[in-house]
């Protein structure tokens, strides 16, 4: 049995530990989070509720640590966890910086143990489809490709870390990071970014970017907002192949080719558990979490998970901040 703590134990810290209960060989022991409701969620799951991050990982002794909380946060909590020899799980981005992101790989492969990052979108269905017709080649190759996503400006974070540059990353690292994570595992780091930015004037940041990013011959635009305006969040991409273009619309992929029916794909998800959060039912946290325990269970002392695109995206995001 994997004995699991968490720290952080507000939105995505309990969509995970939701998760966890429905997964076989694991169980949250311990819950760390110095909130006042959060004792009273730590029993609701059956686990031993701390306040303090080392008395957690001290008593509870748990097999992995998984970080929720806030980005400013990750690198201190990471950081204890590993030198405690755990295996840890990180929601992204797990930094802001390059140099930081590089020195929780090097502690990982140090003590022996996995580092993972919650870049959740590698376990999308749409994003299983694009994969499976990117790298098939059934339709030919990329030549162009456009992403959206595009959300009203956040309301829910409290305390405004969100909104400060130095503790969330702004919506780069918020927003934008689903995407370019997706694009560097189909295609690798990209050759050359360009990007725009747009907002109102008295912000400390800005509200929509328009990025443009070189794979090879291949051009990929992507788009990303907070918008001052209640918009219903959109998630879609349009990818056009030598032979076809694949449209995900949010919630279907088709593909269109000449002398064909449109090629509609079955998105629909086996698992769905509920997220408590402004996210319909989904399958894709137990898969990203079952894919992670089932490689600290096989593969224990493996290099870390994804550590070079993890790395690339950070050192990309980081570059596009310092230039705003």
Same mark, same amino acid.
């Given at each position: 049995?994997?004995?699991?703590?968490?720290i952080g134990i507000g939105?995505?810290?309990?969509?995970?530990?939701?998760?966890?209960?429905? !997964?076989?060989?694991?169980?949250?022991?311990?819950?760390?989070?110095?909130?006042?409701a959060a004792k009273e969620?730590?029993?609701?799951?059956?686990?031993?509720?701390?306040?303090?991050?080392?008395?957690?990982?001290n008593t509870a002794k748990?097999?992995?640590?998984?970080?929720?909380?806030?980005?400013?946060?990750?690198?201190?909590?990471?950081?204890?966890?590993?030198?405690?020899?755990?295996?840890?799980?990180?929601?992204?981005?797990?930094?802001?910086?390059?140099?930081?992101?590089?020195?929780?790989?090097? !502690?990982?492969?140090?003590?022996?143990?996995?580092?993972?990052?919650?870049?959740?979108?590698?376990?999308?269905?749409?994003?299983?489809?694009?994969?499976?017709?990117?790298?098939?080649?059934?339709?030919?190759?990329?030549?162009?490709?456009?992403?959206?996503?595009?959300?009203?400006?956040?309301?829910?974070? *409290?305390?405004?870390?969100?909104?400060? *540059?130095?503790?969330?990353?702004?919506?780069?690292?918020?927003?934008?990071?689903?995407?370019?994570? !997706?694009?560097?595992?189909?295609?690798?780091?990209?050759?050359?970014?360009?990007?725009?930015?747009?907002?109102?004037?008295?912000?400390?940041?800005?509200?929509?970017?328009?990025?443009?990013?070189?794979?090879?011959?291949?051009?990929?635009?992507?788009?990303?907002?907070?918008?001052?305006?209640?918009?219903?969040?959109?998630?879609?991409?349009?990818?056009?192949?030598?032979?076809?273009?694949?449209?995900?619309?949010?919630?279907?992929?088709?593909?269109?080719?000449?002398?064909?029916?449109?090629?509609?794909?079955?998105?629909?998800?086996?698992?769905?558990?509920?997220?408590?959060?402004?996210?319909?039912?989904?399958?894709?946290?137990?898969?990203?979490?079952?894919?992670?325990?089932?490689?600290?269970?096989?593969?224990?002392?493996?290099?870390?998970?994804?550590?070079?695109?993890?790395?690339?995206?950070?050192?990309?995001?980081?570059?596009?901040?310092?230039?705003?």
């Amino acid at each position: 049995m994997i004995k699991i703590g968490i720290i952080g134990i507000g939105g995505m810290g309990t969509v995970h530990a939701r998760n966890y209960a429905q !997964l076989a060989g694991c169980k949250v022991t311990a819950i760390c989070d110095p909130s006042p409701a959060a004792k009273e969620t730590a029993a609701q799951f059956g686990a031993a509720w701390y306040s303090d991050v080392e008395e957690m990982l001290n008593t509870a002794k748990p097999d992995v640590a998984d970080i929720c909380t806030p980005t400013f946060l990750h690198k201190t909590h990471v950081t204890a966890a590993l030198r405690h020899g755990l295996h840890v799980i990180c929601e992204k981005p797990l930094a802001l910086h390059y140099e930081d992101a590089k020195e929780m790989f090097s !502690l990982a492969r140090e003590k022996q143990v996995q580092l993972f990052v919650g870049q959740v979108l590698q376990f999308a269905p749409a994003t299983k489809v694009l994969r499976e017709l990117v790298q098939s080649g059934e339709y030919g190759r990329v030549l162009d490709a456009s992403f959206l996503r595009l959300s009203a400006c956040p309301r829910w974070v *409290k305390g405004g870390w969100l909104f400060d *540059k130095e503790k969330s990353g702004l919506l780069p690292f918020d927003l934008h990071i689903h995407d370019l994570d !997706l694009l560097v595992s189909l295609f690798g780091a990209p050759d050359s970014t360009r990007f725009t930015s747009a907002g109102r004037d008295g912000l400390s940041y800005r509200e929509h970017y328009r990025f443009s990013y070189e794979f090879g011959e291949t051009t990929v635009s992507a788009e990303a907002a907070w918008y001052n305006g209640d918009i219903p969040f959109t998630a879609t991409w349009r990818v056009y192949l030598e032979e076809a273009v694949a449209i995900f619309d949010g919630v279907t992929v088709t593909v269109y080719s000449f002398g064909k029916e449109p090629r509609v794909f079955d998105l629909e998800e086996k698992i769905k558990i509920e997220t408590g959060i402004n996210l319909p039912p989904t399958g894709m946290f137990y898969e990203e979490l079952q894919s992670f325990l089932k490689v600290i269970e096989e593969t224990p002392q493996a290099p870390p998970a994804r550590e070079e695109e993890i790395l690339a995206v950070i050192r990309i995001l980081e570059g596009i901040n310092q230039s705003v």
